[in-house]
């Protein structure tokens, strides 16, 4: 017995009525990105393992899926590395190509190969699939869909405040409440020079990154296991105990950063966001200033933003941030840039939960045409022609089956009109109608049917 097929961990099927909803929650987006001004750019599945090795840090490099060279990859790899299982030595040797880990930097590889036929700034939004070679779980996935904004070319702090108003606006629309936390680089820059050890800058962010993971002593311990000494964690530790609003968090902050000029210009940065966005007003979100919040890639340098669902135990559906110089890894330099990614996947598991997708609705005909032979088939069928021409979606059923089956067929599809025609219909060029919801059904000419479906 042949094995039944299945599908890799952490990638999955989606039926008709999955899509229906996907599509919805991407056409919201879609929608609220032009609203905003952004156009629409993709790029390849896959990009140059040069391209993106070493943007995401040692964790996001190791989570890249490579694409083995074509034809006999080992060919020209070193023996001696082969005998050794240097698998990390080996990658580049045979693999020169990986499947894209986000949106973000081949966006920014876009902006300088196509940097002279752009207006900037330049605003674009992209909606494709990225890969991560994670460890599947509940709302994370090895292949999933994401949905990001940017724009480059632009240091005005007026942007970071419109993405905190787009990711307003997206929710609001899909009725999803939510909290956008919001924290600077630049703020967690200068805590890293009060401990004195500029080597570990990253070990700090990433670790602090996880307080609501794993708690304060889960973070103190995970700082210590990186070689930062208890000294340096004693002159950060003040932060564990930051609360209050958004502006009295900034104000306990500023007195602890008043020896880094770095931090108080990340502390300014961030009230100015805040204090405008409340000017401005959100129709629906929480706006949080987070401290621990400091996303794990590397590129980011002043706000960074993550979005949680109220109330729903969930990873975060939403995050992004400022990028000073991301470009500047593939030679151009000086083009200041910020984007926001939605994540699609998480969100459409919130919708599921908070059970906001039950109205969405899957595409279907209007009408169903009955077959009862050779004859009859190719009347109804030039109808349904007439129909469609008439921006009706119309269907005929492909066989001369039994009359039970096609009904049944019709049901199980939600069709709300069966039409059928047998030699009397023809005959006075009409077709019997049912009305599947009522059982109801009467004779009707063509003319009558058109205005009955389109209305």
């Known amino acids: 017995m042949a094995q039944k097929p299945g599908i890799p961990k952490g990638t999955r099927d989606f039926d008709s009525q999955q899509i229906a909803k996907r599509n919805y929650i991407i056409q919201t987006i879609k929608s609220q990105f032009e609203k905003f001004g952004f156009a629409p750019i993709e790029t390849p599945s896959f990009e140059n393992l040069s391209t993106l090795m070493g943007k995401y840090g040692e964790e996001g490099d190791r989570l890249i899926f490579k694409i083995l060279n074509s034809g006999d990859f080992l060919k020209k790899a070193d023996s001696t590395l082969l005998k050794q299982k240097e698998s990390k030595k080996l990658t580049r040797q045979i693999a020169d190509k990986a499947l894209r880990y986000d949106l973000t930097v081949p966006f920014a590889r876009y902006v300088v190969q196509h940097q002279n036929e752009l207006v900037f700034p330049f605003k674009r939004y992209q909606i494709q699939p990225v890969w991560r070679a994670d460890r599947p779980q509940k709302g994370r996935f090895r ?125 300014e940065e961030l009230q100015f966001v805040l204090e405008s966005i409340k000017e401005t007003g959100l129709k629906s979100a929480q706006i949080e200033f987070d401290i621990t919040l400091a996303r794990g890639l590397n590129y980011y340098t002043g706000s960074i933003y993550e979005v949680s669902a109220t109330g729903i135990q969930m990873g975060s559906i939403g995050g992004g941030g400022r990028y000073d110089d991301l470009t500047g890894i593939f030679g151009l330099k000086n083009m200041s840039g910020i984007g926001i990614s939605f994540g699609l996947d998480r969100i459409y598991l919130v919708m599921e939960e908070l059970e906001l997708l039950k109205e969405v609705n899957l595409a279907k005909p209007k009408i169903l045409f ?84 389109k209305n």
Not at 441 to 452: G, M, W
Request: aromatic residues 8%.
């Open 143 to 267: 292949e999933f869909f994401q949905c990001d904004a940017d724009v480059v070319g632009s240091q005005s702090l007026w942007q970071d405040v419109e993405f905190a108003l787009l990711y307003d606006a997206v929710f609001d629309s899909l009725k999803v409440p939510v909290t956008i936390k919001i924290n600077n680089r630049k703020i967690l820059t200068g805590l890293s020079e009060l401990l004195e050890e500029s080597d570990k800058f990253t070990d700090f962010v990433v670790a602090l990154d996880k307080l609501d993971k794993i708690g304060r002593e889960g973070v103190i311990a995970e700082m210590q296991l990186k070689g930062i000494s208890q000294n340096s964690i004693d002159k950060i530790y003040p932060i564990f105990d930051i609360n209050g609003n958004n502006i009295e968090k900034i104000t306990q902050l500023k007195n602890l950063l008043k020896t880094s000029e770095t931090g108080q210009k990340g502390l």
């Open 370 to 453: 009955i077959n009862f032979g050779k004859k009859e088939a190719l009347y109804s069928l030039k109808a349904v022609q007439k129909l469609r021409d008439n921006g009706i979606s119309a269907e005929l059923y492909p066989d001369k089956a039994k009359m039970k089956k096609q009904m049944s067929y019709a049901h199980k599809r939600q069709i709300p009109y069966v039409a059928m025609a047998g030699t009397n219909e023809m005959e006075k060029a009409v077709f019997t109608l049912k009305n599947m919801n009522t059982g109801e059904q009467n004779e009707i000419d063509f003319d009558s049917l058109t205005k009955l479906l």
